[in-house]
């Protein structure tokens, strides 16, 4: 009868099959202890606002669940820290796969802690689900930042579409801001959609390139030389020099072609080297001019008010589409009704209001 006696759990096996050892009852009773440790939403938050990282990473890790719990928590988690944020600088960094986005960061960081400000650096990386190379170089390349106990590094939250991994950020954001992070880095990888996300949750938007063979404006996508506040061309050392400087004036040609900006500002072209730290004072004088400017002219709070509608409409488009496709009728249906459209038994429009009709009508 010594069956009865033990307690339904997965931690305990069948009569006559011993658990391997490394359950042991001190370990039990460490995860135990651990889970009753997990902190309420009042602990997070008065912990946040107290600047504790781990209670920041926690929330983190609740806003990037997908666990219905999780996010009710995290909601209002949240909601309880907006007050608090908002009093930051928010930069976005992009420019294609090895550009030096990181060793930037990790340089610039670096000289933004030593005038005294409190740095986290955040990631828009929805293919870092995929590879996760991005996590991993990242973590070699900013050595010196994370050991740094004024900076917060978080790696790309991990999600299936863009819209989620964005979202995921920007609540981040907020978090990190009540937390006490007054400036605020966002790396984004220069390609694909990911830009246009970074661009609508930061306040300046700095686009790295490197010295070309003179055809530095190929390939370029003129949408991102549009949003650009300051293009930085990274490298500048070595036999690079002269190349850059070159660059830099292509650049600054090209910009000037751009309609004006909104804000009133004439985005700003330099030259730096992530790796001699040469030019990275120059780009925070830049973006200090920025912040001066538009808040004068207002332009700084008129943007980020329009942001937050965005990222609420935002929101609601990802989560429609979301349950729209997660919805186990819908998913059955989407399969059957994919084939009648490839084979022409139906029209693509009327088969997506027949699909779209069902959802609502569930
Ligand atoms: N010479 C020189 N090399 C640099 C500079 N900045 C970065 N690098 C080198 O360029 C390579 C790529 O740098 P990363 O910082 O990983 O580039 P990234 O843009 O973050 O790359 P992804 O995260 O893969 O998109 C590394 O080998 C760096 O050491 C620089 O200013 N000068
Ligand atoms: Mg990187």
Redesign the pocket.
């Known amino acids: 009868m010594e069956n009865k006696k033990i307690k339904h759990s997965a931690l305990h096996e069948k009569v006559g099959i011993s658990p391997p050892e490394i359950i042991s009852s001190n370990a039990v009773n460490q995860v135990q202890k651990f889970r009753k440790t997990q902190p309420s939403s009042q602990e997070l938050i008065a912990g946040i606002l107290l600047g504790n990282i781990s209670a920041l990473s926690r929330a983190i890790t609740l806003v990037e669940s997908t666990n219905a719990n999780h996010l009710a928590k995290a909601n209002e988690v949240i909601n309880a820290c907006l007050p608090h944020a908002n009093k930051s600088v928010r930069i976005g960094i992009t ?13 610039f960081g670096k000289y933004l802690t030593g005038l005294g400000k409190k740095v986290a650096v955040l990631a828009v ?1 929805p293919s870092s689900t995929i590879s996760h ?2 996590i991993l ?2 973590k070699t ?1 900013m050595e010196e930042l994370v050991k740094d106990e004024n900076a917060y590094i978080r790696p790309s939250a991990s999600g299936e579409t863009l819209g989620g991994v964005a979202r995921k950020t920007r609540e981040t954001i907020t978090l990190c801001e009540a937390a006490g992070f007054d400036t605020i880095l966002i ?1 984004t ?2 390609v694909g959609q990911s830009e246009t996300a970074v661009h609508s949750m930061v306040d300046f938007f700095l686009l ?1 390139k ?1 010295p070309g063979a003179g055809d530095e404006l190929q390939g370029i996508k003129r949408g991102i030389m549009e949003m650009a506040d300051a293009i930085v061309i ?5 036999d ?1 020099v002269k190349k850059a400087n070159l660059a830099k004036v292509e650049f600054n040609r090209a910009l000037h072609l751009f309609p004006a900006k909104k804000s009133g500002w004439t985005p700003t072209t330099s030259t ?5 730290h040469e030019g990275i004072p120059e780009v925070w004088g830049s973006i200090k001019k920025f912040i001066k400017l538009t808040k004068e002219n207002n332009y700084f709070f008129e943007k980020r008010k329009e942001q937050n509608q965005y990222w609420m409409l935002e929101t609601i488009n990802e989560q429609l589409k979301t349950n729209f496709y997660n919805h186990p009728e819908i998913k059955k249906l989407l399969e059957s009704t994919k084939k009648a459209v490839q084979n022409d038994e139906i029209s693509p429009f009327a088969a997506a209001q027949l699909l779209l009709e069902k959802y609502f009508k569930k």
């Open positions: 420019g294609v796969p090895g550009v030096g986005k990181s060793t930037f960061i990790e340089a990386d190379g991005s170089g990242d390349r790396e990888v220069g790295l490197i990274n490298k500048a050392d070595g690079n730096c080297s992530a790796i001699t």
